[in-house]
């Protein structure tokens, strides 16, 4: 680290003085200064231990061939063939189920906008019609 900056992790005026004045205008800006001061100098260490331990996570599911794929959908054999012919089965139901809801959905969306379209339509023929009435009224008055 260079110990000739004028901020650096250590007790030094400026350090002290950028603590008070963080304190002094918005606390949480003083208490991180305080925090650099006292643990300021093991930063690049932080980063490098939790990478390496990130890494090594990721490595070990790797390795005992998981690859995250209980995540992603895939499923294992329970060891039971008649389970895991009935499991999946069921899952092939449930998917149709799903696939039946959304279609269901997705025609009762297209009704409420036909309607809102409907309504909105006659909302306008109807304000025409008025506009239409009193550009007629209008017109007879001025004559």
Excluded at 63 to 89: C, I, L, P
Excluded at 116 to 138: L, P, Q, V, Y
Aim: proline letters at 3%; a neutral charge; aromatic letters at 10%.
């Amino acid at each position: 680290m260079n110990t000739s900056a004028l901020i650096r992790p250590a007790w030094t005026p400026a350090t002290i003085a950028l603590m008070v004045l963080g304190f002094i205008f918005f606390w949480p800006l003083g208490l991180a200064m305080l925090a650099y001061i006292i643990w300021g100098d093991r930063l690049p260490g932080v980063k490098r231990d939790i990478n390496q331990a990130t890494d090594e996570f990721v490595g070990k599911c790797r390795r005992k061939g998981q690859d995250f794929s209980r995540f992603t959908g895939g499923m294992q054999s329970s060891g039971n063939s008649a389970f895991d012919d009935w499991r999946d089965e069921e899952l092939k139901r449930l998917d149709e189920e799903r696939r039946k809801l959304d279609e269901a959905r997705s025609e009762f969306e297209a009704h409420i906008r036909e309607l809102r379209r409907a309504r909105d339509r006659e909302e306008f023929e109807r304000f025409m019609a008025e506009r239409r009435k009193n550009t007629s009224k209008d017109d007879v008055i001025e004559l």
